[in-house]
């Protein structure tokens, strides 16, 4: 037995839960978007959803540590938005000066205080993947205490095992998240590196994230 389905070519808008009937979109290449034709990424890149945590010469990186962190992050990706959760794609740290010890490890907790507010550190900024869409209420900060939960649980998200320890040549970036971390609005996402002591190295974070209305549970 066949069904017939009509779907609607439009923009990508955030929908509204328990309406019904609802209209199927479909993209203009002709296809559904839970069956896309585009590149993986691209109506929410279109759309002005994602976003990169970009830097310039400005940067100031921040020395590794070689002991489990407790309360004290070194970089914070805050979520200074009402609505709109950071669904994170990729995440990591790139070394930014000095010479790194070979190996390193980048941990990252999500919690809830204390509030950051203000502007991004120096040399950090969010930039648009697109160029469009709405501009990102993010902010990045470091050296953050944590206060909230007393005692965050942090996770390893990504790791490099290389021996090259030149500057801009070591990075430790996990490409895999694709969703599996998300940041709820008023909340911030910590993060610290461990590595050895090297040459006086700093590292700096990187990442990218798409901004959605969500109904968390």
């Not at 389905?5 to 199927?24: D, E, L, N």
């Not at 430790?172 to 969703?179: A, F, I, S, T, W």
Request: proline share 5%; charged share 15%; aromatic share 6%.
């Amino acid at each position: 037995m066949g069904m017939e389905m009509i779907a609607k070519i439009r923009r990508f808008v955030i929908g509204k839960a328990g309406v019904s009937p609802i209209t199927v979109r479909a993209t203009a290449t002709e296809s559904l978007a839970v069956a896309m034709v585009e590149s993986e990424g691209t109506e929410m890149t279109r759309a002005g959803r994602r976003f990169f945590l970009g830097r310039n010469a400005a940067v100031t990186g921040i020395a590794p540590v070689a002991a489990q962190v407790t309360t004290a992050a070194q970089w914070v990706i805050w979520n200074a938005d009402s609505n709109k959760s950071y669904v994170i794609d990729h995440l990591g740290a790139v070394l930014v000066s000095g010479v790194a010890a070979a190996g390193a490890i980048l941990d990252a907790c999500l919690f809830q205080a204390p509030v950051s507010s203000g502007s991004s550190a120096t040399g950090m900024s969010v930039a648009s993947a697109s160029n469009g869409g709405p501009s990102s209420r993010a902010i990045v900060t470091t050296n953050v205490t944590i206060t909230g939960p007393t005692a965050p649980v942090w996770f390893t998200v990504a790791k490099t095992d290389s021996t090259n320890t030149a500057v801009l040549s070591v990075s430790l970036v996990n490409y895999d998240l694709r969703g599996r971390i998300i940041i709820p609005p008023g909340q911030g996402l910590g993060l610290a590196v461990y590595s050895g002591t090297g040459t006086s190295p700093l590292f700096a974070p990187v990442a990218c994230w798409n901004e959605i209305e969500l109904d968390l549970e």
